[in-house]
């Protein structure tokens, strides 16, 4: 016979519904980790600090556009597949949420299409250096509002939603509810000229969002989530 299932902490049950998403977002947020890092060194490795591009480093801005695509894609996925169950908390942060992610994407792709046209330029020996380098400067312009201020507004929203709903365990979304206010600050100090973005600080400030992502999407990767009032409705048992 089949009933619906109480919120408890037991394992899982056999018709948990919501087991998908949660291993889909999950599966999305280690991509961007999978897809952002190697981007980063690839292009750190082909920029110079005047903002010109290293000769012979096409390539490496070739294979970085493309797993900076990857990891904006990627980003929209994660939203996306956590929606249906999120709404059931708020539907307003949930729609936020998605709302941030779609806004982190353009701006991702925003400094993937710059690197990508300092390409064709060189490649075509019809860019000036002031012209490649104001493209770079677009590009870092879109890491310190894509990576670095969006990330703040994501985890604020998704660390909300995930604490109130206890979806996963309290001290994962508290790390990222931690971080966020610390991360904007570096952020701030960059964007007023006080601070590098590769700095030590910046570094220092963006490890509790890098945890807790790496956290969130490990834990509903291998474990779904966790038995909730939200959910209970969703999930049965034989």
């Known amino acids: 016979m089949t009933t619906t ?4 902490t037991a394992g899982r049950t056999s018709g948990d519904p919501t087991r998908n ?10 991509i961007t980790f999978a897809a952002s890092l190697p981007a980063f060194v690839l292009i750190g490795s082909a920029l110079n600090p005047d903002l010109t591009v290293n000769a012979g480093h096409d390539t490496r801005l070739l294979s970085a556009g493309l797993l900076d695509f990857v990891n904006a894609i990627a980003c929209v996925g994660s ?13 307003s942060l949930a729609l936020g949420f998605v709302t941030s ?3 982190e994407a353009a701006i991702i792709m925003t400094g993937v299409v710059s690197l990508l046209a300092v ?40 660390g909300t939603l995930m604490y109130q709903s206890r979806l996963v ?3 994962i979304p508290t790390v990222g509810l931690i971080g966020a206010p610390l991360l904007f600050t570096a952020n701030v100090a960059t964007l007023f000229g006080h601070n590098e973005q590769t700095s030590a600080i910046t570094m220092l400030a963006t490890l509790p969002i890098a945890f807790w992502e790496l956290s969130v999407g490990t834990y ?14 969703l999930v049965k048992v034989d």
């Not at 299932?5 to 408890?8: C, L, N, Q, S, Y």
Request: proline share 7%.
């Open 5 to 8: 299932a109480r919120p408890t």
């Open 21 to 30: 998403h949660a291993r889909a977002a999950g599966i999305f947020y280690l």
């Open 79 to 91: 939203a996306v597949a956590l929606f249906p169950v999120l709404k059931r908390q708020n539907q």
């Open 101 to 103: 992610r779609l806004l």
């Open 119 to 158: 390409v064709t330029l060189n490649q075509h020996g019809a860019g000036s250096v002031a012209s490649s380098q104001a493209l770079v400067a677009v590009r870092e312009w879109t890491f310190l509002f894509g990576p670095g201020f969006m990330a703040c507004i994501n985890a604020v929203l998704l």
């Open 169 to 171: 365990p309290r001290i």
């Open 220 to 233: 509903m990767t291998v474990k779904g989530f966790r038995p909730a009032p939200i959910t209970a409705d």
